[in-house]
């Protein structure tokens, strides 16, 4: 099994219980998805790697840790992965932003790609795909066989809220990509929403519907 973990601060849950209120509207959801995914991009970062360099404070000459130029990609799946962007970029200015479009075709329900507009170095980068839910995990996975096609090695999965048959679905396929997620909720209902989960995430981000 692959790498799940719930970030579970209780800042993250405060601001996750007012994501799923339906009473919270477009504006205050979106100002909370970038406030958890700032959160949130605090512990996906956690492993970094750091070097030490000498620097001078008022008082000594002392030696110091910075983190040791890692490149890093956020790749959000349009649409609902924008929400989670400016809060991640917060506190990674440096980091490039790809992004990838898929739709389900509904007659095969397979994820079929429309839009992809990656970093040109993608393989020498950490990719953080970022979705606010992991639902049946279909688009997830085709995300990431995506990124891999086009040379992605190292990839990480992040999202607000995920059902356990998502989680599962991207661990059979991809036991390598580790899943950062706010909320394992209870599954899926027969409309393959997560249950409670917060509805239908893009349309609440951008007032649609
Ligand atoms: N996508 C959403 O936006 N919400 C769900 O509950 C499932 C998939």
Do not use: W
């Not at 504006?27 to 970062?45: D, G, H, N, P, Q």
């Amino acid at each position: 099994m692959g790498k799940v973990v719930v970030l579970d601060h209780p800042l993250i849950k405060h601001k996750l219980t007012f994501v799923r209120d339906k009473n919270t509207g477009p504006k205050e959801f979106k100002e909370l998805v970038k406030e958890i995914s700032t959160l949130m991009a605090y512990e996906v970062t956690r492993d970094l790697p750091l070097e030490e360099i000498e620097i001078e404070t008022p008082i000594a000459k002392t030696k110091s840790q910075i983190i040791s130029g890692k490149k890093l990609g956020l790749i959000p799946i349009l649409r609902a992965g924008l929400g989670m962007v400016d809060g991640m970029l917060d506190l990674l200015p440096a980091a490039k932003v790809g992004h990838i479009g898929l739709y389900r075709d509904p007659e095969t329900l397979e994820a079929v790609e429309y839009y992809c507009k990656l970093p040109n170095d993608i393989e020498e980068r950490d990719l953080i795909l970022l979705d606010p839910m992991l639902a049946t995990g279909v688009s997830a996975i085709a995300a990431i066989n995506f990124l891999k096609e086009k040379g992605g090695k190292s990839i990480k999965f992040v999202c607000l809220v995920a059902a356990p048959e998502g989680i599962e679905a991207i661990h059979k396929e991809h036991p390598d990509v580790e899943i950062y997620v706010a909320s394992i909720d209870e599954g899926l209902n027969e409309d393959a929403y997560i249950v409670p989960g917060l509805g239908d995430a893009g349309d609440r981000l951008f007032g649609t519907k």
